[in-house]
Each structure stands twice: as structure tokens, then as C-alpha cells.
């Protein structure tokens, strides 16, 4: 049974002020939900599920208790979800930490998203920053929220092993000695590029690419050709293809 | 003024039996009408946009009539916009031509889709074939429409570039001689493949990959080597990965 306080506690957490202030975010239907169950570092708070769903799960439950496993009617999961199509489950859990994670081999480098707006577009990319081994995205102020549905939804599960921050972005690239790279018009071909242990590779905006004050700050810059005639790549594209050609281990 | 049949019109072509029907589709928003406007071969229908559109895009519709272009007020767009945020115009264009485009120099080289549900990834997979010069996406039938509003609004106006065809994957396979390229497990690495000039690079679903009978057509089964721990690629993601290893003018 769902009771009044519990949906308008998850409605609120749709916004980026009260999941923070509470340090946590929802997380809806099975592939996701499942995937951070098992992550040690994301804390489940609350999960609210269809009978079908916990019946098939109730092995990955066994450690929580009652008050914080609850079933509900597909009814009360509509209330619950953000959805157009609610799917099994809603969970409510801590955002992740990331102190105990090992480093990885890849861990020198990092993105850098000068205002991805795009909530998918963030997830997606984190994802890729997970396949390619990274452990650190750092998002200008006014990116979106990776705790936001959407963006969670779009990391499937990559949200546990791949830290995201906020930070003023020419500070960030100002602070450590490392390069910084970014996809410009004019710049080197991507595929004269040799491979980097360490560096900032920079995502502009989706529309408006880097700001100019920020470009500055670009020590390598670099073009993947294009051969037909689109005016451009979609940034978590993009984003995929020079981390397949400069981290990859070729 | 907006009369009720157009209202209704517009609406009906949110279903894709309704848009195969008539032979057009429907694009919404500055960025992607303006294109489609400019390209030769694909006819405008009819558009509808408020004053402040219309005022500053008066050269691209001087060889247009009066009953094909409506000034619309914003509660007229709302109506017929698929859009949470009606964004200035709506356009309806007869589906694109692809006879008399020039060749490409990658023209040999196609993508065969088994089944992407997502119409933003079908969209940004033709956005990605455009880039690299491809002139054809096939799709096997049950995949996403690339005239759904999602789709044609994530081509970002490559759809009218790019032919999009449906048809059976194994019988496409299996009607040139060309080598077909997919991303499996277990395969080569991506990075030890050499450039290609002609073929078919199968992309699969979502969730499920590639089906079973396409697989056994497979000639040159391919991985793109994992680092971190994501479970997969997105699969436009993988798609640009790969068609920038494959294809590009290295």
C-alpha cells in the first residue's frame, strides 16, 4: 500500500533542488533498477514494485526489510512514475560514492562537457565514459543534471562506476597540468591522433560547441573528417568516436 | 487562420499509415524546416508558423503561395505541434526523392538495421550515415519509422540525404555480392580491421542484438574492445565508432 506522503515525496525528487538536498535520485524499471541493486556504493533507500517484479527479484532483496521493499498496483506505479509507460519498478537511492572504486587504467582521463543540455545525451555519454574505462565526468554549472530520469535511465547502470561533478569548467582546465583536447573545425584529423594515457578531452554544447574562453585553453585541437554532407555529429557521437580513437587500446 | 481539417490532417500523420498514404511527413522547429526548405528534393506541402518566423524567413518561401504557407497564432501551433514546447513552425513535405543525387564516394558502403526501435537512434544513425557519406540505410520492417517526428527531428535534416528503405534484412544480405560487417561478441578487434570501399555493416537492436539468421550471414564479425565495465554501446554510439574506423578517409 502507497500512501499519499510516499508519491509526493518521488514527485518531488523530479526536481534537481530536492534530490540533492535529500542526496538521492530514482531510478525506474527492471534492466536499471536491477543493475544498481548489485552496485556496493549505491545505497537503495526505497523500492516500489509491482508483485510480478518482486517475485522474479526476490533473491537480490533478501537484505532489506519491509519498510523498504514495497508493492504496489499498477495503479499506484503510475502515480509513482515519470514515465508514459511505467515499467515494474521505481526505486529511490543514495547518490552514488565513489571513494572506494579501483582505479582503472584509463583513470588519467577525463571528459570535460562544456553545457550538454540534453538529459540523454549526458547518460549516453557517461555510459561511453564507462565503456572506455573512465572514472571522472566534470559538467560545466549549467549542464544537466545526471540525476535527472532521463540521464539516469540513459547512463543503464554506468552512473554507479563513473563519477560526475560540477565544476567551473576554465577553473577545471586550469587546475592540473594535463592537455586538453577538443573536436574544433580546423583542427588535426582525428586519425593522425596517437593514442593518450592522460588528458581533459572537452564536449561542446550541442548547438553552440565550446565557449570561446574556453577554447583558449585548448592545447590540442582536433577535426574527424567528414566525408558526406550532415553539419554534424550528435555529441555523445562524437564523444564515442574520439574516445575510440584516443583511449582505446588499439 | 487554422481551420479544423488541417488541425486534424496534421494530427493523422502522427500515424504512420496516414503519412505512407499521402507520401509526406511532418517536421517541426526552425533548425530543421530552414534545412529541409533548401533541399531540392524534398517538396513542401504546406507550413504553418507564427508571424515572427514567417517575417524573418520571407526569402525562403517567396516561391511559395499563399494556401501553402498559414500564419498561424501560437495556440493554432499547439495544436498541431507532437512537441511538449511548440517551437515557431510546423511543416508538412512530401517524403524525399533520392533518384537524381549525385554518388558519393562511400555510396557503396550501406548500414542494415535489424530492428532499432528507438526513433532518435534511427534518426542519429542516419545523421552518422550522412556524415560518413553513406547514401542508403536499409531497416528491417519492424524497426522505427524515420518519418515518426522523433526520427526526422533527430536526422537533423540528413533524412533528406540518406534514402531509407525497409526491407528484409536476410534477403538484402543475400542479394549482392558485398561482405557484411556487425559488431558481436567474440569478434576482431575493431582496430585491427582495415578501411573499406563496399559492404554491409548490420547494426542490431537495442536490447536483443542482431537475430540469430542475419548472424549466420555475417562475413566479418567485429568487437570494439571494452576497457571499463558498461555492458554495451549505445547503439548509435557503436554505429559512429565503427563507421569512423571503417570508412573514414583516414
Redesign the interface.
Known amino acids: 500500500m502507497l500512501v499519499k506522503s510516499q508519491v509526493k515525496y518521488i514527485q518531488s525528487l523530479g526536481q534537481k533542488k530536492f534530490r540533492d538536498q535529500e542526496g538521492v535520485f530514482v531510478a525506474e524499471g527492471p534492466k536499471i533498477v536491477s ?1 544498481l541493486l548489485t552496485a556496493s556504493n549505491v545505497p537503495l533507500v526505497t523500492l516500489y514494485a509491482v508483485k510480478e517484479w518482486l517475485e522474479k527479484n526476490h533473491e537480490s532483496l533478501v537484505s532489506f526489510s519491509s519498510p523498504q521493499v514495497v508493492e504496489v498496483r499498477d495503479s499506484e506505479l503510475e502515480r509513482l512514475s515519470s514515465l508514459a509507460t511505467p515499467n515494474q519498478v521505481v526505486a529511490v537511492f543514495g547518490q552514488p560514492s565513489f571513494t572506494a572504486l579501483p582505479p ?3 583513470g588519467r582521463i577525463r571528459l570535460l562537457l562544456d553545457s550538454i543540455q540534453d538529459p ?1 545525451n549526458l547518460g ?1 555519454i557517461v ?8 572514472r571522472h565526468v566534470v559538467c560545466s554549472p549549467e549542464s544537466a543534471d545526471v540525476f535527472n530520469a532521463k540521464a539516469v535511465q ?1 547512463t ?3 552512473i554507479s ?1 563513473v563519477r560526475v561533478t560540477y565544476e567551473d569548467p576554465e577553473e577545471h582546465i586550469g587546475r592540473d597540468d594535463l592537455p586538453a583536447y577538443a573536436t574544433t573545425l580546423g583542427g588535426t584529423s ?2 593522425k591522433m596517437e593514442r593518450i594515457d592522460a588528458g581533459i578531452i572537452v564536449i561542446g554544447n550541442e548547438s553552440k560547441g565550446i565557449r570561446d574562453s574556453l577554447l583558449q585553453k585548448i592545447s590540442h585541437h582536433i577535426t ?11 555529441a ?6 574520439v574516445l ?2 584516443l ?4
Chains 1, 2 share one sequence.
Open positions: 543493475e582503472r587504467d584509463s540523454g549516453t555510459r561511453i565514459a564507462d565503456w572506455f574505462g573512465l540513459s543503464m547502470g554506468s562506476r582525428l586519425y574527424i573528417p567528414r566525408i558526406g554532407e550532415a553539419e554534424s555529429l550528435n555523445a557521437v562524437a564523444t564515442g568516436i575510440s580513437h583511449v582505446s587500446s588499439q
